[in-house]
């Protein structure tokens, strides 16, 4: 069954730092997603990714944050001078169409020491 | 503001029996309806959705129910498993929108 590809599991990073989470997302599908869990709370959405832009992004996706297409599999996302309370799981996910099923990868755990 | 909220945080159950797990959202707007599943250290699982032109769609063992007059959803799940223990989120979608939003989850127990 395709599933969407995160890497790394784990990410630990020194505060301040700059982190790249990688994602493979499933190959038939357009639209691309992040989203983070900040343990023991619900999923909050991060942004959406549409034809090589980005389509849609919540009041979280401020300029610290970036996402990139660099080819015709990768969705990345970067995070700049990162904080602890950017500790989370971030979730990439993606879809066929904007109304069907979001299919989520299994997260990158980043913790920001 | 659009919100989507679970009524029930924790739900206990007896393997063998049916779950049910509710969910209320507020966005008039919201046109489909997912629930996922999410177990310790995963990401969320897809397990079906609903769009806004139906009130009722069935799958392998699962049920969603919408209400759109009272703006409530509902997943009803047959001869609970105890791989059926996990939090569920319901999560909704507004009409034109991208981002999906998600309840604060319901945590499933199966007894054995």
């Known amino acids: 069954e395709p599933e969407v590809t995160q890497t790394p599991s784990h990410q630990v990073t020194q505060m301040g730092q700059e982190v790249i989470l990688r994602c493979v997302p499933i190959s038939n599908h357009l639209y691309f997603y992040w989203y983070r869990q900040i343990l023991g709370q619900k999923v909050e959405f991060l942004v959406s990714?549409?034809?090589?832009?980005?389509?849609?992004k919540s009041e979280i996706f401020d300029d610290q944050f970036s996402v990139e297409r660099p080819d015709g599999s990768n969705f990345t996302l970067k995070i700049r001078s990162t904080k602890l309370e950017d500790s989370a799981m971030y979730f990439c996910a993606s879809s066929e169409a904007r109304t069907t099923g979001v299919i989520f990868g299994q997260g990158t755990r980043l913790t920001v020491v | 503001g659009e919100s989507v909220g679970l009524h029930l945080p924790t739900l206990s159950v007896q393997e063998g029996d049916n779950s049910i797990i509710n969910c209320a959202y507020s966005n008039s707007a919201s046109d489909y309806f997912i629930w996922y599943k999410q177990e310790s250290g995963k990401g969320p699982q897809f397990i079906i959705d609903i769009r806004s032109n139906m009130d009722k769609r069935q799958g392998q063992r699962v049920t969603v129910l919408l209400n759109k007059t009272v703006k409530h959803l509902s997943l009803q799940i047959a001869a609970t498993q105890p791989g059926d223990s996990a939090v569920y989120f319901c999560?909704?979608?507004?009409?034109?929108?991208?981002?999906?939003?998600f309840g604060a989850g319901t945590r499933l127990f199966v007894k054995a």
């Open positions: 999560a909704e979608r507004d009409t034109g929108g991208f981002k999906t939003i």
């Open positions: 990714f549409y034809n090589n832009e980005i389509s849609e």
